[in-house]
């Protein structure tokens, strides 16, 4: 493969995962199906050509024939349907990129498609505050809503800022479509923009964090604050590691920033739940459900139509998760993910410092997409997900790099 | 950590698509005599409601809607196993999705892992069925028999009184000798006598809900694993025989 195909698939699947969600919901037809076979059927062409030059560990053979089997097991074994499919694309898209792809191309060069599609979304972002706060929402309410199965299409969000300060304007969307996505996404590009300012020393990106931010504080969510708080204390603890002189005077703020932290969730969990008694209430209503589950339907997943009678509560979504792909799925397809992100972590000892860096704000970034998933699926719908996996093929690529190296 | 190139991995692929096959294609066939878990037995059948003769009160017994409804109730289904006790479970069953558009019959699938389960719950739910139908009919079978022998009893009554008045002729006991009888007496109990046919009628006219044939355990037919179970199984089998191929291999490179 050539590093010019390499740049056209590249450019070609970041053109898919902007426009797929807004071209879906302008629409309203379900067009990811295009883009899930599209996409791997090129690069598994690709590979075929380059068979010499692309290299598998016994890790990825292993885990590539695992997630055959589940899906044969619950397709056409337990009838489940094709529930562990979208897993699998996810893993295996991301191992075909890292193959493929990142090995033809320039680090940098992925690295900055990465970062023009964040900006592209950070721009939209903006724009659509000014349009929603000056003519207003109803030319997305127009021509963006749809209520199609698989398709997300422009909501109508409540703005906890504008309740705040007396203004009418609804949650933002972003291009990305949905609840809680931008918020999401603005923490996700602040956390990229800090690391773009730290390499690059560029003002541009003082200019994005204060705008990324700013957005988050327009249209907020409690999790995308809990988010960035999460990914701000990784890496104000990744700095704290990397420092050869470790400042005591700074670790006396510990304990004062995990009280203050604590007391700020608190805080929002009762902007949301009044009343803190109802939360045993919820939490038997997560977990309740899993009681009448057989032991098979546990470890495998139960149906479709069987989960949808037993959870009442649907606030954490991997516990619909766990009960639709079973502990079993859920356990392959998170812990193949943390053993790629601690594999590319352990390589980041033998790596360049700004390589180091870039693993470390990239992984950062997982956590986050990882833990926005447990809330709400809006991390991982059309177009964010494909954005997850640009930044999965990194890690996998650094986690292979970390396999050349010890050859 | 070992790494090869595609190249090995389709090679190795390659080698082994022969045994690969032979997996495969005796998996699918043996599979079927080996398998013995986790089966699942249907039955497809359809309930065919009551009928009688007198359209009127037609209305009043379990119809399509009803009985779809009712089907599809959980608390029916506790009332099941209620009545059936603890000696068999009862077998899940629901109103068939497609080609149940005949307003005459209810298409119902009663599936699960038991054969006898899958009997003893088709028959307690006709026997729910039937205990409901019978609730609301017997009042008027009751009603016409009781009218069928007070009718009798006046019939007998005035054979009685025709005797009384000494008519030499011989009566036979039980029929209605009209000759015997006098004018007015003749028509009430021709009257009578036909109104107790009628009567007859409709008590033999009533046909109690049923299944559209008899259900036993021929009835009933093995539903999972089915061919495309057997196929996913062996191609679980020739997968899983590959992840091993492919591990040795890695083994082997590390040696």
Redesign the interface.
Known sequence: MTERSSKIIINTFIFYLLFLPIVQAFLCINLKIIGVIFFPLVLVFY??ID?????????D??LV??L??LN??D???Y?LGTVFFMSSYMIIISLLFSKIVIPNLSIDYYLDRINISLLIILFFLVLEFLIVSTIGSSIFYDNLTCHSDGVQGYRELHNATSDIFLMEIPGLNSIMMGSQTSSELAAVISIWSIYKYKTTEKRFYIFTIILSLLMIILSPSYTSIFLLTIGLTLYFLFEVYSKNKLNIYWLNFAPIFVVLFSYLMYEFLLVRYSDPSIFPTLFQEHFVGFNYMTMKELLFGAHKLKIEGLFASSEFTLLTQVAKLGILGVTIFYGSIAYYMLLALTNTNATGKKERLTTIFILIIIVIFLLGNVHYRVMFQSGVRELFLLFLAYIMFMS?NS??N?? | ???????N??RLFVKHTPYMLIILISSYFFTPYVYNFDKVYELNTAIVFAQLDFESNIDKLLNKATVDELLSSKDFKNSLSLSGGKSNKISSFKVSSSGNQNTKLTKVRFYGDNIDDIVSTSSLVINEFRKIDKNIINIYIESFKREVELNKSIINELEKNAKNQYYNDVIDVGNVNIVLLEADDKQLAADLGARNIKLDRKINSYKEISYISPINRDSIALF??GK??Y???S??FT??Y??IV??YY?LKLRK
């Open positions: 590979s075929l068979w010499k030059k692309f290299y598998i560990t016994r890790f053979a292993s024939l695992i055959l089997l044969v097991f397709t056409l074994i009838s292979n396999c050349k010890s050859n | 950590m070992q790494q090869v190139n595609l190249s991995i389709l999972y694993p495309l179970a196929l996913g199984l191609i679980l997968l899983l590959f992840f492919i591990n890695y």
